[in-house]
């Protein structure tokens, strides 16, 4: 491809002098200079553009000379070169990357591919002499035709590209970027042709079975012996060669391949499938049911089958842990094709990508990994540096050539014709700027004009008046948008709403003041304007004035209608069609008081936003489908598609007209589904339970619940009348929420006296009619427990019984070894359900996820510190409390814009205390339920002073400062007014320390000062025990969910891997983390697994 022209104007271009370039408003010359960022292409184009090797063993161009191919043999296998290995973007301690006999039969001790900057690059190529001239190499007359050409540069590089002359070229981080577009069209193609078994187009064949035979993997799936080629002589012109005869192969059935039953239920609920005219081609068109094939789709019909269409159509009809894979695959797809994406979801997006990728290496054959798959592992580069994947994808450029290709006159000058086609639409364009004509022709007109012009469809026209059709209500609400969203009116919206705050109703809240400003705004706005006519001087008064009087009742009705690029359809004449057009709404700023409402912006006034997506994405009305079978395979919590992933922090975008709500179908797996919105709170409420599950939860210790005449004190200090009547109705809809689920909290004291004290394993922790009282997340945790431990009882090499979670990284938590694990062991599990004292690990996994909860979300007043330096049994050793005296100081440092620190501290290891510090104010309370009983904070004092003064050193001075011996001090508050235990000794402590964060996180607002909190808690001293036990059962769920969820799911945050650490590592991990308890067993309390004697 030649390329030197380009070259030479974008030397011009980024020249110091510049091209010289009009400014039409200035009406003067400038220097305009300009660079190339970035090219997108096909990845075929990409080998051209970038001369570099895009096929054989180095075809990744990102892994370049390190890119981990595997050939396969010729005969009997494919002979095809695949790219697995991905478990090298996986941790170093990953247990996946020692079980070869689950991936290509070989460990992987490797870690990821370095990336080489633009200058090694750069190096590189200026110091390759036998580098090839740019062009054909053409072979002059009487001279040998040579045999090879130059062998490429550490077999990537086939020549340097003409765009390292450009001076910038070096210092850009991704000048070539994948094209997403193409990479989703072909993994969707071998997905569809695998899974349906194709012949033409299924990567899982005789050919990919013989691979795993010679690769030594997967016995069950390669083909039987005695079915296997028989070789046999015959003659060839005198000579005899050998020939394999090829029998018909019986290849046994896959985890990943569709029965004949399951591809009928598949293509059946495909036909059913009905999406908005223009959102993609009808997926019926490129089906053919009776060869039970795919062929057809365009690049665009491949992202909604991947994104939207496929993670339906698969419910139920597949193996859970394979169709846990697909779907965390489409959402993979379907997020980062988005408009906006959390730049802190990047990095988790990669972590799942890299898991869903050795989970497909477990199932699919490895013929299935082309380098079209690879790339998968390359793609989230490529949105970091440039952005979401729609600013640099070939989609806007393949829908330009389409209409290139429509200039075509003349076929056998195809490229004469384009050129004349482009110019004279370029003078046209240019004519009009200086002819006042209204139809120019030769071009195209717009569909619609302004947002409020459309057409209907003559077929079902009809004329009615909507007063004696009785349509009124329907037609006053309609002229009450209308008149909101048009600037000319916005003077008499605020001057109304301004009247109605000020006609001396007392205490109108928000929601009553705009309900009566829609009810009364059109009939208020018409008698205004005729008692105060314009002055007639402009169109504008003239407009007024007529918008004034509203519409006329007599209107036409239309069955279909088309505006701003979009086709309405009424239920009615929906029925028979095969796009779904009607069932869309538009969220608009006509705030009613509920609380779906109350995002009036999401369509912003006088912007037209219509439902890029409607109400429902797909309308799939398929046969009931029989659950997927039972399988082997250890139980996983699949990754749920997530509800809704859109940041409106700096940009607002278009959002689907739609709430989506997880619901479940087949067992262990969730899905995403549309759901019609809600105008009322309540009504929400009754249709998603899991939303009032995390009201509960968020909001689990309400002033009435806690203690009814300490209603005032709750409230916090200085709280305006509408603020507390708000707070007050919000507190009425916890009681309500808290007496909803209150049968779904166990009940500990209805358990027999004679129950096990302690955790026996295999056998249940609680009585079984206990167990199904149980929520959700706590039977199912419940009944993981089990299965782990009957396995671990029937193991002949068992692992220790717990859970692994790991800390994550970037949020200031403890990340050295051995803190960047914690252990969760079941017998800590066993005290969750009994309502015992809970272990140090607990209260950690608790505390990383609530101080991730605020980080996630910017809560910008208080932030939670790592407990894992603060016990007793290590700030005692004046080494490590020097560690941890470091790792306070660099948290205040990172937080210091916090108001106050929770920090969880264990002064014995079942005795918690939580201490609150207020860096700036230089004070620290400490909120202790168990006061009663002596304590000594002789080293955590010492330890925080010394922490602040470090910390007033690099920060700076603060607020208020108190000196001491040479060095500043905290004023520690021991005796300060919180919950109180009735019975200090009992070892609940930590239960009261969650309860107490959570009030805290709650109340963040009013309670940054110490006088605050004291205000807070004054009256909570004296609140009987028995009121606050009403709220262990919520604590229950909640840490339930998060081991559940958050440990034992991977796609949760503290998710390890599968497996455990070997146990020898654990030991040592517990050893330095001062955690030598020992493992309860069936026979009661000794050490598990078995010490081996030598």
Known sequence: MYLELLKEELETLWAEEGVDTWDAVAEEYFPLRAALITTVQDYLGYGYISCQVCHGHKACVRCMEETMFLQLGKDPGSSKTVYMGHRRWLQKTDPWRKRGDLFDGTNEP???????????????????????????????????????????????????????????????????????????????????????????????????????????????????????????????????RKRIKQPDYYCPPSCFTFSPAEVDQFFNCLVGVRVPFGYSG????????????????????????????????????????????????CNFFDVITRKSISVKKLARLQEEIVVILCEMEMYFPPAFFDV?????????????????????????????????????????????????????????????????????????QNKHLCRFEGVGHKNGRKELHVHMSGRSSDFDRANLVALQHIDLIDPWLKEHKTMIENSGKPMMTEAEIYREHNSSFARWFKDHIDANPPPMDSDKDKLVLALSHGPAPNIMTYQAYDINGYTFYTEEKDKNSVYQNSGTLIRINTYSGSTASKDKH?????????????????????????????????????????????????????????????????????????????????????????????????????????????????????VQPKKRKRQNKKDAQDKAAAAKSKDKVPLLDKLP???????????????????????????????????????????????????????????????????????????????????????????????LSLSSQIVKEGTPTIAIMDPFYMRESIICNPGDRAIATQQVEDFMLANIKKGAILIPYFPEDKFCTLIVVHPQHSHAVYLDSGRDRKKDYSHIR?????????????????????????GLVLTHTTNFPCLRQSTPDNGMDAWYAILQMQEYIKYADDM????????????????????????????????????????NNRSGEFFYGYGLPPNDEIDLRLEMSRDERPFNSLEGCRPFPPRRTT
Not at 393 to 410: A, D, H, L, T
């Open 753 to 847: 006296n004679n129950w096990r004290p302690l955790h026996h394993l295999g056998q249940p922790m609680l009585p079984e009619h206990v167990v199904k009282k149980l929520t959700p997340d706590m039977r199912s945790l419940h009944e993981t427990v089990l299965h782990v431990e009957n396995l671990l009882l029937k193991s002949k090499d068992p692992g220790y019984p717990l859970f692994v979670a790991k800390v994550p990284t970037g949020m200031n938590f403890v990340e050295k070894y051995p803190a960047d694990l914690c252990f969760i062991r079941f017998n800590d599990i066993f005290s969750i359900y009994r309502m015992q004292a809970l272990h140090f690990s607990v209260v950690r996994l608790v505390a």
């Open 602 to 718: 999401l369509a912003a006034p006088h912007v037209s936003v219509p439902p890029r997506q409607p109400a429902a994405p797909v309308v799939i009305a398929p046969p009931e489908r029989p659950a997927a079978p039972e399988v082997s395979a250890p139980p996983q919590q699949p990754a749920a598609p997530e509800a809704e992933e859109y940041e409106r922090d700096n940009f607002q975008w278009d959002i689907p007209t739609s709430s989506q709500v997880v619901h479940e179908d087949a067992p262990g797996l969730k899905y995403v589904c549309s759901k019609k919105l809600f105008d009322s709170q309540e009504t929400a409420e009754e249709e998603n339970p899991e939303e009032v599950a995390t009201a509960a939860v968020k909001n689990m210790l309400s002033p009435n619940t806690l203690r009814a005449t300490a209603t005032t004190a709750m409230e916090g200090p200085s």
């Open 1008 to 1047: 940054l000062l110490p006088e605050n909190l004291r205000n807070r808690f004054a009256n909570m001293a004296d609140v009987p025990d028995r009121e606050i036990r009403k709220n262990w059962g919520r604590i229950q769920q909640f840490i339930c969910t998060i081991i559940l969820q958050d440990v």
């Open 372 to 444: 079209m798959v690879h790339l998968l592992v390359h793609i989230m580069d490529d949105i970091v540096s440039l952005g979401p994947a729609f600013l640099h994808n070939m989609m806007p450029f393949e829908r330009m050539n389409g209409v290139i290709k429509g200039y075509v006159r003349n076929r056998s000058h195809p490229d004469g014709s384009i050129v004349q086609g482009w110019l004279t639409e370029e003078c046209i364009s240019f004519c009009t700027n200086y002819l006042d004509i209204e139809d120019p022709v030769g071009l195209p």
């Open 110 to 240: 490797r870690g990821p591919p370095r990336k080489k900057s633009g200058e090694e690059i750069d190096t590189l190529l200026k110091g390759w002499k036998e580098c090839p001239a740019p062009g054909k190499i053409r072979q002059k007359p009487g001279e040998k035709k040579k045999k090879k050409e130059t062998t490429p540069l550490i077999g990537v590089w086939k020549r340097r590209s003409v765009f390292w002359d450009l001076p910038y070229w070096k210092i850009l981080d991704t000048p070539h970027c994948l094209d997403v577009m193409h990479i989703t069209k072909n993994v969707c193609e071998s997905l569809l042709g695998t899974l349906l078994n194709m012949p033409d187009r299924t990567k899982d064949g005789p050919k990919a079975r013989q691979d795993l035979k010679v690769l030594g993997i997967r016995e069950e799936l390669q083909i039987p012996p005695a079915q296997e080629g028989q070789s046999e002589e015959e003659a060839d012109g005198g000579q005899k």
């Open 282 to 329: 009808l997926i019926s068109r490129y089906m053919d049911p009776k060869k039970r094939n795919f062929s057809g789709m365009k690049s665009h019909d491949c992202h909604v089958m991947m994104t939207q269409i496929l993670p339906v159509a698969i419910r139920g009809i597949m193996d859970d842990h394979v169709r846990a894979t697909l779907t965390g695959l």
């Open 942 to 966: 010492a330890l925080l002073n010394d922490a602040l003064t470090g910390f007033a050193n690099k920060a700076g001075p603060l607020k208020v400062e108190r000196k001491s011996r040479g």
